[in-house]
């Protein structure tokens, strides 16, 4: 006997098909989401990274820490215990949006107190997109001193990526000072001034190798120590890798290079690219990308793995890790010299490579074709009183005591200045070429309307020294933004907003702004909270390059106590 169902009855079938589907579905995500628990002491370590012993800031007594991997949607937990004595610390979650959970950002000074000697605290946020992240101390000038890793996201479960590949590896790149990081500070923030100068190594993966007969009488410098021997990524002839590449220098802009090898960029701050190979890779402090290669060359001998220090006059030997073609011995040294890369100040160069950076075709999400409101930036070396800073406007950052998070949801007011940072500079007037003037120290924010879109133009110029101006990786907490456009010389906020890639620009958290440049980025107001936005260069922000963004802090849930205890957010705190 057949049946028959009215419209009505039909309806009523679909919908509950829909919602087993709904149901199946948000069931099979809650099984496949898991917890990754992480206990982690924090404690300085004599280590030799470059064959040159000195004090290290570790992560259970290793530097670069552990790699955290884990799967979109996963829940991160770090136990963080403060065994350096007589030294804060805070972690930040570089590239992770804290959607949620602002409080964990791991920003001292903006979203939290700093965890103090001997004392414990937990990080819990979830990694909600797929891709390759930075974490790194965010006190001071404490990254510097080795503490930093990696975070790796893979997709679900039966998520397909735009590109396909037989084995992934990551590397991370540092550069290395052997001067320790209050010795660098205190000629920061001296008169006269006292530049940290350039770099003594470049590291790959936590190692590198200094020339040790340049070593002091009083320096222990030991060549053979097996902590500095040299990097060795093993590959299998005819097979594609994927190579996840992160920048965690304090300093230096670098290029990457495989001897032999062109690579394909597939990804770049957790999103997909437009396929396109190159020979070498420009990659600035708190950037990551993958990149594809196959072992396609001459299997015989192995190859070097090089970086070289650009946009700035190199003072630092290349970095040197070594491609081992298998079944090869890993310590045969390539028969040849290390690649000295590209000529260090071909601008044009790496202004062009940062262009070709665009959205993969079938992953563009597209950019709102208009902005709310421009932030026009002026990036300017200065002095206040006798003192070198870095300065926004004419303004040079100084972080409060009482975090900004914190005063923002308790309303105390009186902890930062209330006037609002200035929006622009006189573009029509400045010279880009000039030597700067004085400018002033401010606390000051710039407070966004919640789910609006912000234009921020970063603006070069010259620096204290004539002739001369600096390349500036910016990097953007609690969000990703789009890179609208590069350009050369002063920005017109009438013209060039007409040049502006609105089809298919990348999305990233960390952006290069090019000597006597301008980047044109843009990003939604829609994660509430308290954000910092500064120089990647450690040194830089130290001396005050950075501003803060407040977006819908009403928004945000009751704080945990946990982020409290420093300046008036003492009294907040409760048992």
Known sequence: MSATYSSASWRGVNLLLLLCAIWSTTGLLLVQAKVHYHKWDISYKFKSPDCYKKLAVTING????????????????????????????????????????????????????????????????????????????????????????????????GVVEPFAYDFDRSIILNDWWHNNTYEQATGLASIPFVWVGEPRSLLINGRGKFNCSLAGPTAVCNATNPECSPYVLTVVPGKTYRLRIASITSLSALNFEIEGHNMTVVEADGHYVKPFVIKNLNIYSGETYSVL?????????????????????????????????????????????????????????????????????????????????????????????????????????????????????????????????????????????????????????????????????????????????????????????????????????EVHPKEYNLVDPIMKNTVPLHQYGWTAIRFRADNPGAWAFHCHIESHFFLGMGVVFEEGVDRVGELPTSIMGCGDSKSLTRP
């Open 293 to 493: 290669f196959t072992a396609d060359r001459d299997p015989s001998r192995n190859y070097w793995l090089a970086v070289n220090v650009i946009s700035r006059k190199p003072d630092t030997p290349t970095g040197t890790a070594v491609l081992n073609y298998y079944p090869n011995h890993p310590r045969k040294s390539p028969p040849t010299s290390p690649p000295v890369g590209p000529l260090w100040n071909d601008t044009m160069y790496r202004l062009n490579q940062s262009r070709n950076i665009r959205s993969h075709p079938d992953h563009v999400h597209p950019p709102p074709l208009t902005s709310d409101r421009m932030i026009i930036l002026l990036n300017t070396q200065n002095k206040v009183d006798g003192y070198t800073r870095w300065a926004l406007n004419n303004v040079s950052f100084n972080l409060p005591h009482t975090p900004y998070l914190i005063a923002l949801k308790e309303k105390l007011r009186h902890v930062f200045d209330q006037r609002p940072a200035p929006e622009t500079y006189d573009y029509r007037n400045y010279d880009i070429h000039s030597l700067t003037h004085n400018a002033t120290i401010g606390t000051s924010i710039y407070r966004l309307d919640f789910n609006s879109t912000v234009d921020v133009i970063l603006q070069n110029a010259n620096m204290l020294e004539a002739n001369k101006s600096e390349t500036h990786p910016w990097h953007l907490h609690g969000h990703d933004f789009w890179v609208l456009g590069y350009g050369q010389e002063k920005f017109d906020p």
């Open 62 to 157: 290793q530097t670069p820490g552990p790699t955290i991997n884990a799967q979109q949607g996963d829940t991160i937990v770090v136990r963080v215990k403060n065994s350096l004595l007589t030294e804060n610390v805070a972690i930040h979650w570089h590239g992770i949006r804290q959607i949620g959970t602002p409080w964990f950002d791991g920003t001292e000074g903006v979203t939290q107190c700093p965890i103090v000697a001997g004392d414990t605290f937990d990080y819990r946020f979830v990694v909600d997109r797929p891709g390759t992240y930075l974490y790194h101390a965010h006190y001071g000038m404490q990254r510097s001193a080795g503490l930093y890793g990696l975070i790796r996201v893979a997709v679900p479960q």
